[in-house]
């Protein structure tokens, strides 16, 4: 219950901001990693909102998740400059690769990294361009992947 009660904190704080719903998503995937299934309810009650629609913007977004992240989040840029570049085969190589182990791999809609693609993202901090699966393979071996 100490779930249910932090969830209701971030909720309270931000239910009367217009358009609550985002912002509270966001404070409490920051909080948490990801959306804790059991704060849908309680998200609906508090902002007068049906379950489904909470849930809707939950699976619409990619940026939410809906279980616990694993040990580090790698997210490859799906967007069109980095497919072009070899993105589409870097993210199967991706996907692959991290199959089973106890990384999360997240598809991210441009990184900015436009010209440098295939472009992508280790816990939200460390940007990497250029990617090869060669080079992917050495920033998993970094990151200790178990298999
Ligand atoms: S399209 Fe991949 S970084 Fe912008």
């Known amino acids: 219950m ?7 904190r971030i909720v309270a704080a931000k239910q009367t901001v217009p358009g609550a ?3 509270i998503l966001h404070e409490i995937q920051e909080e ?3 959306i804790p299934p059991e704060s849908v309810p309680l998200i609906a009650r508090e902002l007068n909102l049906s ?13 939410f998740r809906q279980a616990p992240p694993g040990r580090h989040v790698v997210r490859v840029c799906c967007a069109e ?5 070899g ?3 870097l993210a199967e190589h991706a996907r692959v690769r991290l199959e089973g182990s106890d990384l999360t ?3 991210v809609y441009c990184l900015g990294l436009c010209a440098m693609g295939p472009a992508l993202q280790i816990d939200e901090r460390t940007l990497h361009a250029h990617v090869t699966p060669e080079k992917f ?11």
């Open 32 to 34: 948490f990693g990801y």
């Open 137 to 147: 393979d050495a920033l998993i071996d970094a990151l200790g992947a178990d298999r």
């Open 105 to 107: 791999l997240e598809p």
């Open 51 to 63: 379950r489904a629609e909470v849930h809707g913007v939950i699976t619409y977004y990619h940026h």
């Open 2 to 8: 100490e779930t249910l009660g932090a969830v209701l």
């Open 21 to 23: 719903l985002l912002p």
């Open 87 to 89: 993105g589409e085969a």
């Open 81 to 85: 400059a980095c497919q072009a570049v």
